[in-house]
């Protein structure tokens, strides 16, 4: 159970990071 809550939590960091990446790529291309 926890573990399945750890590898939920690591996949939604991961995907932040890529969020970030594009909005800061976005602003960059401006």
Do not use: D, E, G, T
Request: net charge positive.
């Amino acid at each position: 159970m926890y573990v399945n809550f750890i590898a939920v939590y690591f996949i939604h960091l991961s995907m932040n990071k890529m969020n970030i990446n594009k909005r800061f790529n976005s602003l960059n291309n401006r």
